[in-house]
């Protein structure tokens, strides 16, 4: 039997509580952070405690951050004004009120998987914009990330998720990463909207 949204959003809440933000953006930001504009506006999707949403901020960003979980969205409110960034938290289901067509620069996804949201972030973007996305895959390396092969991708997944947008970035290295960089697990792409 398939999870509530009121029980998706209680075991989230539940996660998050006690948590602080993460001090450091997802690997997709850190390593392709020369592709990241410093002018424009940017969402985070499914933020959880907001530390890329943070990060795209510090770097000059008007950024919205959206995610199911109240209990995250207030910590990210909190960490926000205490590091005086400009950012609009939300809690939002992403799936019943996905990001407005052509609103955004930059669009941050990350750890979460909803196949039916791709065509909604694509639409999203402006001409020009940036999908920085990353997620886990089904070659698990080390046993993180969701036990359901569902929420995770097939190999090269993401590849044909976003396949009307122009890859600037793809990282999938499987069982052949380097055990020490944390990558076995992930899928990372930067892709852009044809302008």
Not at 27 to 42: D, E, I, K, M, Y
Not at 94 to 112: T, W
Not at 129 to 153: H, N, Q
Request: charged share 25%; hydrophobic share 45%; net charge positive.
């Amino acid at each position: 039997m398939a999870e509530t949204l009121d029980g998706q959003r209680q075991r989230w809440d539940a996660r998050y509580r006690g948590l602080t933000p993460a001090p450091r953006p997802a690997a997709v930001l850190r390593h392709f952070a020369h592709l990241v504009p410093t002018t424009g506006s940017a969402v985070d999707l499914a933020c959880g405690l907001g530390g890329n949403a943070l990060w795209l901020a510090q770097r000059g960003l008007d950024v919205r951050a959206w995610d199911l979980s109240a209990v995250a969205i207030d910590q990210l409110r909190a960490a926000a004004a205490q590091l005086r960034l400009p950012v609009a938290a939300e809690a939002r289901d992403l799936i019943a009120h996905p990001p407005e067509s052509g609103r955004f620069d930059v669009i941050a996804v990350v750890r979460f998987l909803d196949r039916d949201l791709a065509p909604k972030i694509v639409a999203a973007l402006r001409p020009g914009g940036l999908l920085f996305y990353e997620t886990f895959t089904r070659e698990s390396v080390d046993g993180r990330g969701p036990r359901d092969p569902a929420f995770r991708l097939a190999p090269n997944e993401l590849l044909d998720l976003f396949r009307g947008l122009v890859v600037r970035g793809y990282r999938e290295e499987g069982r052949l990463a380097d055990p020490a960089s944390g990558l076995g697990d992930l899928a990372l792409m930067v892709a852009e909207k044809a302008r």
